[in-house]
């Protein structure tokens, strides 16, 4: 085949690049203007890309949310010699997850919408609950309602610390809720 007309690589930006870009964006905005003023006008202005670029990939700012909280969080580091191990470094990371900038705002905008909209609650449950939800199962050997309840009590809290202070639980409260939760473990 001819060089001249054999493409490089495919024509417009590679989907992974522009998903990490409008992923900053999406935390940088919400960071900067709060959840409620982070519209997919103004993440698709600040990532300097075309609001159908955003509606092409995520149908939802709720969507757009969800995907974002799911590359930010990635997989959850599961290790330790114990399950009092396994459970204290889980909690201490979605903490310290939660306290990053944007992303507990993100996190608390979301759920709060989820409240009254039953399809993004079910995006939530199946694309950020309920992966981790089984990899906890499973790490602790624990049965489904126990590792909801874990679950509950550790983002619950966190995100409350974040909405009525407006900043993540600082290493002494983790260390109490760390405590707190592997009582209920043992």
């Known amino acids: 085949m001819d060089r001249a007309t054999t493409p ?3 024509a417009g930006r590679p989907r992974s690049s522009v998903d990490a870009t409008v992923f900053a964006a999406t935390l940088d905005t919400v960071h900067q203007l709060g ?12 990532a300097g890309v075309a609001k159908t670029t955003i509606y092409r990939r995520w149908p939802s700012k709720g969507a757009l949310i969800t995907a974002c909280l799911v590359d ?18 889980a909690i201490r990371w ?9 992303i507990g705002a993100a996190f608390a905008g979301v759920f709060t919408d989820a409240v009254n ?6 995006l939530l449950s199946a694309q950020l ?10 790490a602790l050997g624990e049965p489904e309602k126990r590792v909801l309840f874990f679950i509950d009590v550790v983002v619950g809290t966190l995100l409350h610390r974040m909405g009525m202070t407006g900043e993540p639980m600082d290493d ?6 760390v405590e707190m939760v592997l009582l209920t473990l043992r």
Do not use: N, W
Not at 117 to 122: H, K, S
Not at 129 to 138: G, R, T
Not at 172 to 177: C, E, G, S, W
């Open 8 to 10: 490089t690589r495919p």
């Open 35 to 46: 959840y409620a003023h982070a519209t997919v006008d103004r993440i698709a202005a600040a």
């Open 72 to 89: 930010a969080f990635g997989p959850a580091p599961l290790t330790g010699a114990s399950r009092e191990e396994i459970m204290s470094t």
């Open 94 to 102: 979605i903490a310290a997850k939660i306290g990053e900038p944007g």
């Open 117 to 122: 909209d039953p399809a993004l609650r079910q």
């Open 129 to 138: 609950q309920d992966p981790y939800q089984l990899a906890l199962q499973e």
């Open 172 to 177: 002494a409260d983790v260390d109490a809720l």
